[in-house]
């Protein structure tokens, strides 16, 4: 059976705190530690309602808000992790408040849709269209 490392456990066996943006970057919120850091320099994470900073320490329980662009996302801490995993372990580190996701889901829809229903045409026009377009403005 192969050892594991020291503060490689996951779930509530894992009795020691982990920094906040170890924790955010094993449960795939962050690409790299570095830039789950910059999120938190920049006021984006609370843990259990006060601004964190990247080396606060989270337990199991705790509450965290993270603002991803305009999508804020409410999370239970279920679990600790310092390794970054499968999406699907990642999954267990957390659960999501269900109104928050619901609300995160409309946003993202109405982006969508905005997406959709503020395009123009196919692009750029083309150079006769150009053209046109200014005999058009003067009239001719």
Known sequence: ?????????????????????????????????????????????????????????????????????????LLTVRALSVHRGPATQAALLYQEDPEAKARRLHLAEQHRLAAHAFTYGEGRPSKKDRRDLLRFKRGE
């Open 1 to 73: 059976m192969p050892r594991k490392a020291p503060g490689s456990e996951t779930g509530p066996a894992a009795a020691e705190p982990v920094r906040v943006d170890k924790w955010l970057w094993a449960a795939r919120f962050f690409k790299t530690r570095g830039l789950a850091a910059d999120a938190i320099a920049a006021g984006q994470v609370q843990v259990n309602g006060a601004r964190a900073k990247h080396a606060k320490t989270i337990k199991p329980g705790d509450q965290i808000r993270l603002r991803l662009g305009p999508f804020e996302h």
